[in-house]
């Protein structure tokens, strides 16, 4: 509220009339802002697999639930949709849905062998050939711009690597 002179209380006038102005939606999917949308619509999921006591790890819209036999697996899918389905009223890719063994399965380009008592993480191929990809793109002959500025391109690329190649193992 904006007071005037004598200290009258006057409403405040928007600058642009409510005629002028248009409402539109957005669609950020693989945006930054996509994480974060995913994180609040599924943390009811969330909540809902911690209270049946299932081991899981989701990371956005990526979503593993491990189970110990094909059976369960199949149980826990049919209830994990329905979840998404009907509570949070979301609709789940049944394309890009599916039950893997957990040495078979990738999250965020990586993978988990169990080999006796360890864990062991792997690269997955399919981002060993992004990376190879996009080395190619940075270090091109014909992308012209200075070699400084690809130097620093380069460098930022490459920064989150080094410090996670320890936990690495196996490269398929």
């Known amino acids: 509220m904006s007071l005037i002179a004598g200290n009258t209380p006057r409403p405040l006038q928007p600058p642009v009339a409510q005629?002028?102005?248009k409402a539109e939606v957005i669609?950020?999917?693989g945006g930054v802002l996509s994480p974060v949308l995913s994180n609040v619509m599924l943390d009811d999921l969330d909540r809902e697999l911690w209270q049946r006591g299932h081991r899981f790890v989701r990371y956005a819209d990526d979503l593993r639930v491990f189970v110990r036999s094909e059976r369960a697996a199949q149980r826990v899918f049919g209830s994990v949709c329905g979840v998404i389905g009907r509570r949070l009223k979301l609709k789940v890719?049944?394309?890009?849905?599916s039950i893997r063994h957990a040495a078979q399965a990738t999250l965020l380009g990586f993978g988990f062998l169990l080999t006796g008592s360890q864990v062991?993480?792997?690269?997955?191929?399919?981002a060993i050939k992004r990376l190879k990809d996009q080395l190619r793109i940075l270090t091109g002959r014909s992308w012209r711009v200075s070699m400084d500025y690809r130097i620093g391109?380069?460098?930022?690329?490459?920064?989150?690597?080094?410090?996670?190649?320890s936990?690495?193992?196996d490269v398929a």
């Open 19 to 21: 005629r002028d102005i």
């Open 27 to 29: 669609y950020c999917v």
């Open 167 to 169: 936990l690495l193992h």
């Open 93 to 97: 890719n049944r394309e890009k849905s």
């Open 153 to 165: 391109r380069l460098n930022r690329f490459t920064t989150g690597s080094p410090g996670d190649a």
């Open 120 to 126: 062991r993480i792997w690269v997955a191929p399919k």
